[in-house]
């Protein structure tokens, strides 16, 4: 299914986001603060995670993103770095079976070559087990930079059509190579953890996403934190370059 760009069109604003995209941030200081190890704010991260997917799957949003290992989080240290493959694994074996119950396809996006064989295969048995669901999308960005994605949506271009010039390439050209081009552009991004920034999330799909930032620490969020996002979201206008007034009614006045 192809679906609007915000830079090509105007895209229908829904009441319930249909993509919801979220940093999970904040799991080494609730850990921290509470005198344990970083990994143990991780493990209950996990447990935040199941709560977001059932309450995003029961309010009818269609795609959850969650940004789960950064391409530059392997700058941490070693232990810290093997205890969340440790994790991934764990939740690729246990998660998915709670998914596919629930009609989840799950989706992994990422520069996945980098974890190991065993970690591909697990990911590649997920996807293929739920592909079929029709139910909430949920993606895992593991490995993920929004800077990686361009470059590898550009080289897929380029490899298609080695001829093209750089006069003819638009946006419909590179956008279907992007690894997420099977959802449409996230509605609402969520960061937890007090940071407002990107951190190298999903650069090009966010062009008119609305952005919501809590202090809350990703352990401690949960739906009733989740509801109090949509609220803020449904407060906003989304004008997509518009006026208010168009806005308000459109038709009226000016072109899409
Ligand atoms: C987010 O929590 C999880 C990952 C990046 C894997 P952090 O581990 O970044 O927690 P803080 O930001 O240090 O508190
Ligand atoms: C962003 O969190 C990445 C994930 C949540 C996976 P970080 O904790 O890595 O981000 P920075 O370093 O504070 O920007
Ligand atoms: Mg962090």
């Known amino acids: 299914m192809q679906h609007i760009s915000s830079t090509l069109g105007v895209p229908d604003t829904t009441y319930v986001p249909r993509h919801v995209a979220i940093i999970m941030d904040g799991n080494g200081r609730w850990a921290t603060k509470r005198h344990l190890p970083r990994v143990a704010g991780h493990t209950r991260g996990l447990d935040t995670v ?23 989080n392997w700058r941490r240290p070693a232990d810290e770095v093997s205890f969340l493959m440790r994790l991934f694994m764990t939740a690729l074996r246990r998660e998915v079976v709670r ?19 065993r970690i591909q295969q697990m990911i590649k048995d997920a996807e293929a087990r739920t592909a079929g669901n029709t139910g909430l999308t949920v993606t895992i960005a593991a490995n993920y930079g929004g800077r990686w994605d361009l470059l590898q949506a550009m080289r897929k271009m380029l ?8 006069e003819s390439i638009d946006e419909s050209m590179l956008a279907p190579h992007l690894a997420m081009a099977y ?21 090009w799909q966010l062009a008119y996403t609305e952005l919501y930032f809590t202090d809350t620490f990703w352990p401690d969020f949960d739906a009733a934190e989740l509801d ?29």
């Open 99 to 117: 998914m596919h119950a629930n009609n989840i396809r799950l989706r992994v996006v990422g520069d996945l070559a980098r974890f190991s064989p």
């Open 159 to 166: 490899a298609r059509a080695p001829m093209l010039d750089g």
């Open 228 to 256: 109090k996002a949509f609220a803020s979201y449904r407060q906003r206008e989304r004008r997509f370059g518009r006026t208010s007034a168009q806005v308000v009614a459109p038709g009226l006045s000016g072109t899409a």
């Open 50 to 72: 199941r709560e977001i997917v059932q309450a995003c799957a029961a309010r009818g949003v269609q795609y959850l993103t969650l940004f789960a290992f950064s391409s530059e």
């Open 183 to 203: 959802a449409p552009e996230p509605d609402l991004f969520i960061r937890t953890g007090g940071e407002q920034r990107i951190s190298n999330f999903l650069l």
